[in-house]
C-alpha cells in the first residue's frame, strides 16, 4: 500500500507555492481537510496556511527515493520515526534540575583567535559548538581547558558558554553521531564548558510537517542528553505553528529541568512579517511554564524591550563584534543609540585587539541599551 502511495506521488510534480501563503496562521485559515484524517493530527495541531492544500503531503518532492527527509512518502519513514521513538515530547527522557551559572546580558561569539595577541577574558565567551569535533569522526580537538584557550585567544578560566545554533550541515553531523553525542559532551564538560545551547534542528514551511515533529523531537532528546551528561543547557524552541508552541509550553511547564530557553531571530523567524508572532509565541512558552524561565538569545535586538519582561534573566549571544572586526569595521553610535559600521583599515599583520575592544564596547552598550530597567538595575548590580 505504502509503495502504491509513493508511486502515484513521484508521478506528480512537487507543489510550488511562496512562502508566504505556506505561513502557519491558525487565527485566519481553518486547517486543511486532509488533516482531519492525519494520525499525527494530536501533535501537530494542523495545517492552519492562506495556500488550498488538501494536506501537508502536497509538499512532498515527489522523489522518495533520492530524498532524505522523514516523510510519510519515503520508504523508510519508519526507521526514521524510530530514531526519535515517537513524535510525542513526553517520552523524551527525565533530567536532573542542574545549577546554572549565572550569566552576563551580553556575550560575544568568537569563531576563532586569529589576529588577536591579547587573551579574551575573564568576562563569558561564546564559541560554537561545532568547532568544537572533528566533522568526520566525531572526535574532540582539545585535550584541555587551556588548549581550548590558546586555540580561541581567550584567558583561562573564562566562562564558556557553546552556541548550537549553525546551517543545516552541521547539525545533521551531531545527530548522525548517535552513539558518540554523550561521549562528545562529557568531553566537553571536561574542557571547561559550563554552558551550552542545544542543536537548532530546522523547521521549514515548504515541506510535509513530519520533517517538523522529527526536528521538535530531536531537540528535546539532545537538551536531555546535555543535562544527563552535566552541562547546564537552554533548550532551543524551535516551532513554526501556534500548536508547536503550546507543546513547548506544556513541555517546559512539565520539566523543571528546563530553566533555560533559546531562541534566534537571524534567519527565518527574523522575517520583519513574522518576528513579532514569534516573539509572542515564545513569551507564551514563558508564561506557561509557570515559573522564572531566563532566555539565550541570538539577533532580535529590536525586540529585547518587549521580550526581556517575560524573562527572569535575558543574555544576548552577539556575533557583531567579532565579525565585524575581521571585516575590518569599526562601530559608531547613531543618533537613536544604534550602532552603525564604518571602514577601519589594518596594516598588514596589525593586531586587532584594540578594534575588537571597541566594537565590543559599542555593541554591549547599544544592546544593554535596549533592556527594560529591571534588567538594567540587575547589570548595574553585578558590575
Known sequence: MLKEHVTRASALPPMRVPEHRLWQDEQHHPCSLGCVSCPELRVCGGLSIEAGLMSCLDLCCRHPDSCDKPCRNNADYALRVREVGTFALDSVPRAAVLEAPTLPPVVPVLFHGKRRMQRFGPDSVALPLYAMFGRRDGRVRFESHEALCAEYCIAAGTQIILTGTDKDPPLERWWGYEGQRR??????????????????????????????LHAIKRIGL???????????????????????????GAYVRARPEVTHL???????????????LHAEWLMRVAKDAGRPINLVVRGGIDLLPRLAPA?????????WSFMKTVNRQRAVFRADGSPR???????????????FAANRAVVRQWVEGRLPPRIREIVDAAE
Open 183 to 212: 561521549d562528545i559532551i562529557r568531553a566537553l564538560k571536561e574542557l571547561g564548558v559550563a554552558f551550552s545551547t542545544t542543536p537548532n534542528f530546522s523547521l521549514f514551511v515548504d515541506v510535509p510537517r513530519h520533517v517538523d
Open 311 to 319: 524573562f527572569d534573566q535575558v543574555t544576548v549571544l552577539e556575533t
Open 222 to 248: 539532545v537538551h536531555e542528553e546535555f543535562l544527563a551528561e552535566g552541562i547546564p543547557t537552554a533548550l532551543h524552541v524551535n516551532g513554526r505553528s501556534e500548536a508547536d508552541f503550546r507543546r513547548w
Open 341 to 355: 559600521w564604518r571602514r577601519a583599515p589594518s596594516a598588514a599583520g596589525e593586531p586587532l585587539d584594540a578594534l
Open 262 to 276: 533559546a531562541y534566534e531571530f537571524a534567519t527565518g523567524t527574523g522575517r520583519a512579517a513574522r518576528r513579532e
